[in-house]
């Protein structure tokens, strides 16, 4: 296969993307934003393309999220890079929300951050046996962005709320019963999806002819908790209210959130009650607003350090704790920018 990261083809009526950095999880770097957006731009121009394949080399991972090293050398450094990629990577992400035409992610593995960025604004997104979701940015002082301002918040009760603060990692039952996933097939018939697809065979009948049984969703035992445990109206009552329950899955949840960078966690919470209010292209220019302050901070590269660099596990958060952080500093992440984020 060829060396280039990021590989496009027309095959009969689809436009095939195929993410090409197995090694790394098929991170998402600017050159693969880069060069996916024109192409993206002109498959929508194009009558003879009637839908667009997403899918990406290897079985380990659809999208393993952003190349994390990259923005945090970036910012580390105060070049440019952290900024125009997260620029670039939102307006390919809001491209992909409003593309006129079908775009069909088939996701395994590992799908997180910038992997479900690319795949869960799409028309369709089939996920398969090996599929892993998260969005468990909070652990290394982020916050869930490529678009987690918009759809989080659209899942089903307080489901949105309890992912973004906890990272908790979903399967394709759980993906299928909150509506991340359209779809769920074997992995081993992905090849054959795409073969039908680049023959001209209707779309939506070739998935439907796919889908299988996923299971139970496991996340559907416990939803009744997420829904009356997180209506609660600050993270430190959030957290109240989980420790005042008996049950060991709201101890445990209340143990893993208390991993979390405190400032990841307020900033999180207050995405969610916005971003619910807020159509798709203000969302995206609330996560510039974000990454850009969050680029000035401690808790993203201590977060970083800790999971990516050293491996040691043991963030220093600063603020440690949730108490000490005012509404006033948080006022100031979510406050414009001198320069906005803008669209294509």
């Known amino acids: 296969m060829s060396d280039a990261e990021i590989l496009f083809e027309r095959r009969g009526p689809i436009g095939l993307v195929v993410l090409n950095r197995p090694k790394a999880l098929n991170a998402l770097t600017l050159t693969m934003v ?11 121009r194009d009558p003879a393309v009637k839908a667009v394949v997403v ?14 090293r990259a923005l945090y050398e970036s ?9 125009a990629f997260w620029a670039e990577e939102y307006r ?8 006129p035409k079908p775009y ?17 604004h799409g028309t369709y997104r089939v996920a398969c046996e090996t599929t892993t979701f998260a969005m468990p940015e909070s652990g290394i002082g982020l916050f869930p962005d490529v678009g987690g301002t918009y759809f989080l918040p659209r899942l089903p009760g307080r489901t949105g709320l309890y992912l973004a603060l906890t990272g908790a990692r979903l399967k394709a039952a759980d993906m299928r019963h909150l509506g991340i996933a359209t ?12 073969d039908k697809l680049a023959a001209g065979a209707d779309l939506s009948g070739v998935l439907a002819a796919y889908d299988a049984p996923a299971g139970d969703a496991p996340i559907a035992a416990y939803e009744s908790e997420v829904n009356r445990l997180f209506d609660g109206n600050s993270v430190e009552d959030i957290l109240a209210r989980l420790d005042a329950d008996a049950g060991e899955w709201a101890a445990q949840t209340a143990a893993t959130i208390r991993t979390k ?31 850009e302050r969050i680029q000035q901070g401690h808790d993203f590269y201590e977060g970083v350090r800790a999971t990516i660099i050293d491996k040691d596990g043991a963030p220093q958060w600063k603020p440690a704790r949730l108490e000490d952080i005012t ?17 294509l």
């Open 327 to 343: 509404d006033a500093a948080i006022d100031a992440y979510f406050a414009p920018l001198q320069k906005e984020w803008t669209a």
């Open 34 to 44: 880069r060069e996916m957006t024109p192409q993206m731009q002109a498959w929508a």
């Open 104 to 120: 069909v992610a088939l996701v395994q593995g590992i799908v997180m951050g910038g992997g479900v960025g690319l795949s869960v």
């Open 183 to 194: 779809h769920v097939a074997p992995y081993a018939e992905f090849d054959a999806i795409v």
């Open 55 to 68: 899918r990406s080399a290897g079985d380990r991972g659809f999208c393993a999220g952003g190349d994390i």
């Open 92 to 99: 390919l992400n809001t491209l992909i929300q409003e593309f």
């Open 261 to 291: 960078s405190p400032t990841s966690l307020k900033i999180g919470f207050r995405q969610m009650i916005e971003g619910a209010a807020l159509p798709f292209r203000d969302c995206m220019q609330l996560e510039f607003r974000l990454t």
């Open 75 to 83: 910012g580390r450094d105060k070049t440019s890079y952290a900024s």
